[in-house]
Protein backbone atom coordinates (compact mmCIF):
# COMPACT_ATOMS: atom_id res chain seq x y z
CA UNK A 1 0.00 0.00 0.00
CA UNK A 2 1.07 3.30 -0.90
CA UNK A 3 2.14 4.87 2.82
CA UNK A 4 1.24 8.49 1.02
CA UNK A 5 -2.44 7.68 1.36
CA UNK A 6 -4.53 6.81 4.54
CA UNK A 7 -7.14 4.56 2.98
CA UNK A 8 -10.79 4.38 4.61
CA UNK A 9 -13.70 7.03 6.28
CA UNK A 10 -12.10 9.58 8.42
CA UNK A 11 -13.33 12.80 9.91
CA UNK A 12 -11.24 15.84 9.22
CA UNK A 13 -11.13 19.08 8.19
CA UNK A 14 -11.02 20.52 4.58
CA UNK A 15 -7.28 22.05 5.25
CA UNK A 16 -6.38 18.25 6.54
CA UNK A 17 -8.26 16.65 3.36
CA UNK A 18 -5.58 19.16 1.34
CA UNK A 19 -2.59 18.14 2.70
CA UNK A 20 -3.28 14.55 2.44
CA UNK A 21 -4.93 14.89 -1.41
CA UNK A 22 -1.47 16.47 -2.02
CA UNK A 23 0.32 13.31 0.16
CA UNK A 24 -2.09 11.05 -2.23
CA UNK A 25 -0.87 13.39 -5.76
CA UNK A 26 2.60 12.68 -4.94
CA UNK A 27 3.75 15.45 -3.76
CA UNK A 28 7.30 15.52 -2.03
CA UNK A 29 8.23 18.64 -1.39
CA UNK A 30 6.49 21.57 0.66
CA UNK A 31 7.83 25.11 0.98
CA UNK A 32 5.28 27.25 3.35
CA UNK A 33 5.09 29.97 5.46
CA UNK A 34 1.96 29.98 8.66
CA UNK A 35 -0.98 32.04 7.99
CA UNK A 36 -3.93 31.91 9.26
CA UNK A 37 -6.23 29.92 7.92
CA UNK A 38 -4.49 27.95 5.89
CA UNK A 39 -1.63 26.99 8.69
CA UNK A 40 -3.13 23.76 9.29
CA UNK A 41 -1.90 22.26 6.00
CA UNK A 42 1.40 23.04 6.42
CA UNK A 43 1.30 21.69 10.04
CA UNK A 44 -0.06 18.41 8.95
CA UNK A 45 2.07 18.01 6.08
CA UNK A 46 5.03 18.90 8.53
CA UNK A 47 4.73 15.71 9.98
CA UNK A 48 3.63 13.57 7.49
CA UNK A 49 6.03 14.48 4.73
CA UNK A 50 9.36 12.97 6.96
CA UNK A 51 7.63 9.60 6.81
CA UNK A 52 7.29 9.78 3.07
CA UNK A 53 10.80 10.71 2.11
CA UNK A 54 9.92 13.96 1.19
CA UNK A 55 10.81 17.53 2.42
CA UNK A 56 9.13 20.40 4.57
CA UNK A 57 10.56 23.90 4.89
CA UNK A 58 9.33 26.91 6.51
CA UNK A 59 10.59 29.49 4.69
CA UNK A 60 10.95 33.25 6.12
CA UNK A 61 7.99 34.56 4.70
CA UNK A 62 6.01 33.93 1.53
CA UNK A 63 7.94 35.62 -1.06
CA UNK A 64 10.78 32.63 -0.14
CA UNK A 65 8.53 29.98 0.20
CA UNK A 66 7.50 30.35 -3.45
CA UNK A 67 10.70 30.86 -4.64
CA UNK A 68 10.94 27.14 -2.92
CA UNK A 69 8.32 25.49 -4.59
CA UNK A 70 9.67 26.59 -7.86
CA UNK A 71 12.98 24.81 -7.15
CA UNK A 72 12.00 21.97 -5.76
CA UNK A 73 9.57 21.53 -9.09
CA UNK A 74 12.68 22.46 -11.28
CA UNK A 75 14.58 19.73 -8.71
CA UNK A 76 11.97 17.48 -10.19
CA UNK A 77 9.58 16.80 -7.55
CA UNK A 78 5.82 17.71 -7.15
CA UNK A 79 5.68 20.55 -5.25
CA UNK A 80 3.34 22.75 -3.30
CA UNK A 81 2.54 25.93 -1.11
CA UNK A 82 -0.37 27.23 0.87
CA UNK A 83 -1.35 30.86 1.81
CA UNK A 84 -3.67 33.22 2.52
CA UNK A 85 -4.69 36.83 1.16
CA UNK A 86 -1.98 38.21 2.10
CA UNK A 87 0.63 35.64 1.88
CA UNK A 88 -1.25 35.32 -1.68
CA UNK A 89 -0.40 38.81 -2.79
CA UNK A 90 3.39 38.25 -1.94
CA UNK A 91 3.01 35.63 -4.24
CA UNK A 92 2.29 36.78 -6.83
CA UNK A 93 5.68 37.71 -8.37
CA UNK A 94 6.82 34.56 -8.07
CA UNK A 95 3.76 32.73 -9.49
CA UNK A 96 3.88 34.75 -13.06
CA UNK A 97 7.53 33.41 -12.92
CA UNK A 98 6.49 30.13 -12.63
CA UNK A 99 3.78 30.85 -15.04
CA UNK A 100 6.85 32.24 -17.73
CA UNK A 101 8.90 29.28 -16.74
CA UNK A 102 6.54 26.41 -17.64
CA UNK A 103 7.32 25.34 -13.64
CA UNK A 104 4.61 23.18 -12.42
CA UNK A 105 3.30 23.20 -9.14
CA UNK A 106 0.18 23.86 -6.67
CA UNK A 107 -0.83 26.54 -4.85
CA UNK A 108 -3.55 26.55 -2.10
CA UNK A 109 -5.29 29.43 -0.65
CA UNK A 110 -7.28 29.42 2.26
CA UNK A 111 -9.22 32.84 1.66
CA UNK A 112 -10.13 35.11 4.49
CA UNK A 113 -11.95 38.64 4.92
CA UNK A 114 -9.49 41.60 3.17
CA UNK A 115 -7.84 43.78 1.97
CA UNK A 116 -4.85 43.98 3.74
CA UNK A 117 -5.31 41.66 7.17
CA UNK A 118 -8.50 41.61 7.51
CA UNK A 119 -10.72 39.24 9.22
CA UNK A 120 -7.82 36.65 9.60
CA UNK A 121 -9.93 33.39 11.01
CA UNK A 122 -13.38 34.41 8.66
CA UNK A 123 -13.44 33.26 5.68
CA UNK A 124 -14.56 35.14 2.28
CA UNK A 125 -14.22 34.42 -1.71
CA UNK A 126 -12.39 37.82 -2.19
CA UNK A 127 -9.10 36.90 -3.89
CA UNK A 128 -11.07 34.89 -7.08
CA UNK A 129 -10.13 38.16 -9.71
CA UNK A 130 -6.53 38.32 -7.96
CA UNK A 131 -6.47 34.55 -9.17
CA UNK A 132 -6.72 35.32 -12.20
CA UNK A 133 -4.75 38.55 -12.58
CA UNK A 134 -2.87 39.03 -9.71
CA UNK A 135 0.64 38.71 -11.60
CA UNK A 136 1.22 41.08 -13.81
CA UNK A 137 1.29 40.77 -17.66
CA UNK A 138 -1.24 38.38 -19.76
CA UNK A 139 -1.33 34.81 -18.97
CA UNK A 140 -3.28 31.81 -18.59
CA UNK A 141 -3.86 29.95 -14.81
CA UNK A 142 -5.83 27.49 -13.74
CA UNK A 143 -8.12 27.91 -10.71
CA UNK A 144 -10.27 25.13 -9.00
CA UNK A 145 -12.92 26.05 -6.04
CA UNK A 146 -13.66 22.76 -3.94
CA UNK A 147 -16.53 23.03 -1.39
CA UNK A 148 -15.96 20.77 0.76
CA UNK A 149 -13.67 18.16 3.00
CA UNK A 150 -14.16 15.74 0.14
CA UNK A 151 -13.95 18.08 -2.78
CA UNK A 152 -10.75 19.51 -1.11
CA UNK A 153 -9.12 16.04 -1.56
CA UNK A 154 -9.60 15.23 -4.61
CA UNK A 155 -8.96 18.72 -5.86
CA UNK A 156 -5.90 18.70 -4.67
CA UNK A 157 -5.00 15.58 -6.62
CA UNK A 158 -6.96 17.15 -9.67
CA UNK A 159 -4.97 20.40 -9.26
CA UNK A 160 -1.58 18.27 -9.40
CA UNK A 161 -2.40 16.18 -12.46
CA UNK A 162 -3.82 19.40 -14.67
CA UNK A 163 0.04 21.32 -13.11
CA UNK A 164 1.80 18.23 -14.68
CA UNK A 165 -0.27 17.80 -17.88
CA UNK A 166 0.22 21.68 -18.79
CA UNK A 167 3.59 22.37 -16.95
CA UNK A 168 1.41 25.32 -15.14
CA UNK A 169 0.83 26.74 -11.81
CA UNK A 170 -2.56 25.62 -10.96
CA UNK A 171 -4.29 27.34 -7.89
CA UNK A 172 -6.89 25.67 -5.07
CA UNK A 173 -9.08 28.97 -4.19
CA UNK A 174 -10.69 27.33 -1.00
CA UNK A 175 -12.16 29.45 1.76
CA UNK A 176 -11.55 29.70 5.63
CA UNK A 177 -15.21 28.02 5.94
CA UNK A 178 -13.91 24.38 3.87
CA UNK A 179 -10.39 24.68 5.27
CA UNK A 180 -11.98 24.57 8.83
CA UNK A 181 -14.72 22.54 8.46
CA UNK A 182 -15.09 19.01 9.66
CA UNK A 183 -16.46 16.37 7.43
CA UNK A 184 -16.60 12.55 6.73
CA UNK A 185 -13.83 12.26 3.84
CA UNK A 186 -13.67 8.70 2.15
CA UNK A 187 -9.39 8.10 0.93
CA UNK A 188 -10.03 5.08 -1.41
CA UNK A 189 -6.73 2.69 -2.30
CA UNK A 190 -3.81 4.27 -3.75
CA UNK A 191 -4.59 2.02 -6.97
CA UNK A 192 -7.66 3.88 -7.62
CA UNK A 193 -6.23 7.20 -7.68
CA UNK A 194 -4.88 8.38 -10.80
CA UNK A 195 -1.85 10.30 -10.78
CA UNK A 196 0.00 12.04 -13.78
CA UNK A 197 3.85 13.52 -14.05
CA UNK A 198 5.15 15.96 -16.28
CA UNK A 199 6.41 15.34 -19.90
CA UNK A 200 10.13 14.15 -19.50
CA UNK A 201 12.97 15.13 -21.55
CA UNK A 202 14.38 12.94 -24.19
CA UNK A 203 17.29 12.16 -26.77
CA UNK A 204 20.75 14.05 -26.95
CA UNK A 205 20.97 16.54 -24.09
CA UNK A 206 23.71 18.60 -26.14
CA UNK A 207 20.36 19.50 -28.23
CA UNK A 208 17.74 19.43 -25.87
CA UNK A 209 15.10 22.77 -26.33
CA UNK A 210 14.05 22.93 -22.80
CA UNK A 211 10.73 25.34 -24.72
CA UNK A 212 10.34 23.46 -27.69
CA UNK A 213 6.55 22.23 -27.19
CA UNK A 214 5.97 18.19 -27.40
CA UNK A 215 3.02 17.07 -29.10
CA UNK A 216 0.21 18.33 -27.11
CA UNK A 217 1.88 21.89 -27.50
CA UNK A 218 3.45 21.06 -23.71
CA UNK A 219 7.78 21.20 -23.75
CA UNK A 220 8.83 17.52 -21.75
CA UNK A 221 10.78 18.96 -19.16
CA UNK A 222 14.40 18.18 -18.12
CA UNK A 223 15.27 17.91 -14.31
CA UNK A 224 18.23 20.15 -12.78
CA UNK A 225 21.23 17.57 -12.45
CA UNK A 226 20.06 15.41 -15.53
CA UNK A 227 23.25 16.99 -17.82
CA UNK A 228 20.75 18.76 -20.01
CA UNK A 229 21.35 21.95 -21.31
CA UNK A 230 19.00 24.18 -19.80
CA UNK A 231 18.84 27.98 -19.98
CA UNK A 232 15.33 29.35 -17.81
CA UNK A 233 14.47 33.38 -17.19
CA UNK A 234 11.54 34.90 -17.01
CA UNK A 235 12.36 37.04 -19.62
CA UNK A 236 10.85 36.62 -22.84
CA UNK A 237 12.69 33.49 -24.66
CA UNK A 238 13.06 31.21 -27.27
CA UNK A 239 12.84 27.43 -27.33
CA UNK A 240 16.48 27.07 -26.03
CA UNK A 241 15.49 29.30 -23.00
CA UNK A 242 17.57 32.49 -23.56
CA UNK A 243 16.51 35.68 -23.55
CA UNK A 244 15.06 37.22 -26.97
CA UNK A 245 14.19 40.68 -26.83
CA UNK A 246 11.76 40.95 -29.97
CA UNK A 247 8.32 41.39 -30.48
CA UNK A 248 8.38 38.36 -32.56
CA UNK A 249 9.75 36.36 -30.02
CA UNK A 250 7.12 37.89 -27.61
CA UNK A 251 4.39 36.96 -29.31
CA UNK A 252 5.81 33.22 -29.90
CA UNK A 253 5.63 32.58 -26.29
CA UNK A 254 2.72 34.05 -25.49
CA UNK A 255 1.12 31.96 -28.12
CA UNK A 256 2.54 29.01 -26.78
CA UNK A 257 1.64 30.13 -22.81
CA UNK A 258 -1.56 30.78 -23.42
CA UNK A 259 -2.22 28.34 -26.65
CA UNK A 260 -1.94 25.25 -24.21
CA UNK A 261 -4.62 26.04 -22.07
CA UNK A 262 -7.17 27.72 -24.52
CA UNK A 263 -6.51 24.84 -26.71
CA UNK A 264 -7.44 21.96 -23.89
CA UNK A 265 -10.47 24.06 -22.05
CA UNK A 266 -12.70 20.69 -22.60
CA UNK A 267 -10.18 18.83 -20.54
CA UNK A 268 -9.38 21.67 -18.10
CA UNK A 269 -12.57 23.42 -17.12
CA UNK A 270 -15.46 21.25 -14.53
CA UNK A 271 -18.59 22.15 -13.58
CA UNK A 272 -21.67 20.48 -12.50
CA UNK A 273 -25.24 21.14 -12.98
CA UNK A 274 -28.21 20.64 -10.37
CA UNK A 275 -31.82 20.68 -11.61
CA UNK A 276 -30.81 22.67 -14.94
CA UNK A 277 -32.74 20.79 -17.39
CA UNK A 278 -35.82 22.79 -16.95
CA UNK A 279 -34.20 25.51 -14.87
CA UNK A 280 -35.62 29.12 -15.40
CA UNK A 281 -33.16 30.79 -13.12
CA UNK A 282 -29.54 29.65 -12.67
CA UNK A 283 -27.81 30.46 -9.70
CA UNK A 284 -23.44 30.62 -10.13
CA UNK A 285 -21.87 29.87 -7.16
CA UNK A 286 -18.42 27.85 -6.22
CA UNK A 287 -16.55 27.21 -3.07
CA UNK A 288 -18.30 27.07 0.21
CA UNK A 289 -21.34 29.23 -1.57
CA UNK A 290 -22.43 26.09 -3.63
CA UNK A 291 -23.49 24.68 -0.64
CA UNK A 292 -25.96 27.45 0.28
CA UNK A 293 -26.43 27.85 -3.03
CA UNK A 294 -27.93 24.15 -3.33
CA UNK A 295 -30.06 24.41 0.18
CA UNK A 296 -31.34 27.77 -2.08
CA UNK A 297 -32.30 25.86 -5.41
CA UNK A 298 -34.20 23.65 -3.14
CA UNK A 299 -36.25 25.75 -1.50
CA UNK A 300 -37.18 27.52 -4.34
CA UNK A 301 -38.34 24.36 -5.83
CA UNK A 302 -40.20 23.55 -3.38
CA UNK A 303 -42.09 26.96 -3.51
CA UNK A 304 -42.83 26.54 -7.31
CA UNK A 305 -39.72 28.22 -8.79
CA UNK A 306 -37.92 26.24 -11.44
CA UNK A 307 -34.17 27.44 -9.82
CA UNK A 308 -31.52 25.47 -11.00
CA UNK A 309 -27.36 25.79 -9.86
CA UNK A 310 -24.21 25.78 -11.72
CA UNK A 311 -21.29 24.84 -9.79
CA UNK A 312 -17.97 25.87 -10.76
CA UNK A 313 -15.42 23.79 -9.95
CA UNK A 314 -13.12 25.17 -12.18
CA UNK A 315 -13.33 28.60 -11.74
CA UNK A 316 -10.02 29.79 -14.42
CA UNK A 317 -10.60 28.79 -17.36
CA UNK A 318 -14.15 30.49 -17.10
CA UNK A 319 -16.98 28.03 -18.00
CA UNK A 320 -17.85 31.12 -20.81
CA UNK A 321 -19.37 28.48 -23.54
CA UNK A 322 -21.78 27.10 -20.92
CA UNK A 323 -23.00 30.19 -19.34
CA UNK A 324 -23.44 31.54 -23.04
CA UNK A 325 -25.76 28.74 -23.91
CA UNK A 326 -27.87 28.76 -20.79
CA UNK A 327 -28.44 32.59 -21.08
CA UNK A 328 -29.94 31.27 -24.62
CA UNK A 329 -33.46 29.86 -22.82
CA UNK A 330 -33.35 30.92 -19.44
CA UNK A 331 -35.01 33.92 -17.15
CA UNK A 332 -31.91 35.04 -15.95
CA UNK A 333 -28.88 34.37 -12.91
CA UNK A 334 -27.86 34.85 -9.81
CA UNK A 335 -23.96 34.37 -9.06
CA UNK A 336 -23.12 33.73 -5.10
CA UNK A 337 -20.48 34.60 -3.82
CA UNK A 338 -18.67 36.18 -0.52
CA UNK A 339 -17.62 39.36 -2.11
CA UNK A 340 -19.16 42.54 -4.01
CA UNK A 341 -18.95 40.85 -7.34
CA UNK A 342 -16.17 39.14 -8.45
CA UNK A 343 -17.19 36.26 -10.56
CA UNK A 344 -20.36 37.82 -10.82
CA UNK A 345 -18.74 40.54 -13.29
CA UNK A 346 -17.90 37.54 -15.63
CA UNK A 347 -21.03 36.13 -15.72
CA UNK A 348 -22.90 39.46 -16.82
CA UNK A 349 -19.96 39.53 -19.34
CA UNK A 350 -20.79 36.29 -20.98
CA UNK A 351 -24.74 36.26 -20.67
CA UNK A 352 -24.44 39.50 -22.98
CA UNK A 353 -27.63 41.30 -22.18
CA UNK A 354 -29.97 39.05 -23.49
CA UNK A 355 -31.01 38.29 -19.73
CA UNK A 356 -30.59 39.49 -16.42
CA UNK A 357 -27.69 39.22 -14.10
CA UNK A 358 -28.05 39.66 -10.27
CA UNK A 359 -25.55 39.20 -7.79
CA UNK A 360 -26.01 37.71 -3.88
CA UNK A 361 -22.78 38.88 -1.98
CA UNK A 362 -21.59 40.62 0.86
CA UNK A 363 -17.88 41.21 2.28
CA UNK A 364 -17.00 38.29 4.08
CA UNK A 365 -17.21 36.95 7.63
CA UNK A 366 -19.52 34.61 7.00
CA UNK A 367 -21.84 32.39 4.95
CA UNK A 368 -24.37 33.32 2.51
CA UNK A 369 -27.94 32.28 3.63
CA UNK A 370 -29.89 30.10 1.20
CA UNK A 371 -32.74 32.73 2.53
CA UNK A 372 -31.08 35.38 1.15
CA UNK A 373 -30.59 34.02 -2.10
CA UNK A 374 -34.35 33.31 -2.32
CA UNK A 375 -35.21 36.91 -1.63
CA UNK A 376 -32.79 38.45 -4.41
CA UNK A 377 -34.67 35.62 -6.68
CA UNK A 378 -38.37 36.71 -5.43
CA UNK A 379 -37.50 40.63 -5.73
CA UNK A 380 -35.36 39.89 -9.17
CA UNK A 381 -37.64 37.85 -11.06
Not at 134 to 139: L, Q, W
Not at 226 to 236: D, K, P
Amino acid sequence: MNPAVLTGEHFMTGDVACAEGALAAGCRFFGGYPITPATEIAEHISARMPELGGTFIQMEDEIAAMASVIGGSCAGVKSMTATSGPGFSLMMENIGLAVCTETPCVVVNVQRAGPSTGLPTQGAQGDMLQARWGSHGHYEIIALAPSSPQEIFYQTIRAFNLSETYRVPVLIMTDEMVGHLSERVVIPKAKAIKTVSRPRAKGRKDRFKPFEPGPNGVPPMAIAGEGYNIHVTGLTHDEMGYPAMTVEAQAKMMAQLVGKIRRNLDDIISTEGYELEDAEIVIVSYGVSARTSLAAVEEARGEGIKAGLLKLNTVWPFPEDQIRALSERVKGFITVEINLGQIHLEVERCACGKVPALLAGHPGGTIIPPDRVIEILKEGF
